[in-house]
């Protein structure tokens, strides 16, 4: 399995990137891991908040292959804990998922195409994060799920 990463708009601060850096080194290890960066879009002061969410969800959804399972990172998505995560990614692999698509959508969320073209939605805490911030947060819980499926000492329980 391959797992794809979408993110809406580049990292903007050095520290979030350098923690990003640092997962997707730890993660090759494990599993192929694809990140890649949508770029935001331009000129949007003259484009209401559902015109930015139907631009970015065409942009999102050419990035998607037919066979693809697309996982929303969605504040009203379900709640994992870190093991129930990586039991989550462990039933992927064994249903023979081609590609898993991760995907962080811009400031306002996603479009209803991009809703309906979602397996499942996944939130990381009912807390709010800023959309930069979660991309470090999803990855570290993401090698968090490898190391437990291998059975490696990273997770406490």
């Known amino acids: 399995m391959k797992i794809q990463f979408l993110v809406v708009g580049k990292t903007e601060d050095k520290y979030i990137q350098t923690g990003l850096d640092i997962y997707l080194v730890r993660l090759k290890h494990y599993v192929p891991l694809d990140f890649k960066v949508i770029p935001e879009l331009k000129n949007t002061n003259s484009m209401s908040v559902t015109q930015q969410k139907q631009k970015e969800g065409e942009l999102i959804l050419k990035e998607l292959e037919s066979s693809d399972k697309v996982v929303l990172l969605d504040e009203l998505g379900k709640e994992y804990t870190s093991v129930q995560f990586s039991q989550f990614i462990q ?67």
Not at 128 to 143: D, G, W
């Open 91 to 157: 039933q992927q692999m064994n249903s023979s998922v081609k590609r898993l698509v991760f995907v962080v959508g811009g400031p306002y969320g996603f479009s209803e195409e991009v809703y309906k073209r979602a397996s499942i939605k996944i939130s990381l805490s009912q807390m709010t994060f800023s959309h930069q911030m979660i991309r470090l947060l999803f990855l570290e819980q993401l090698y968090r799920a490898y190391t437990i499926i291998k059975g490696e000492p990273y997770h406490h329980q």
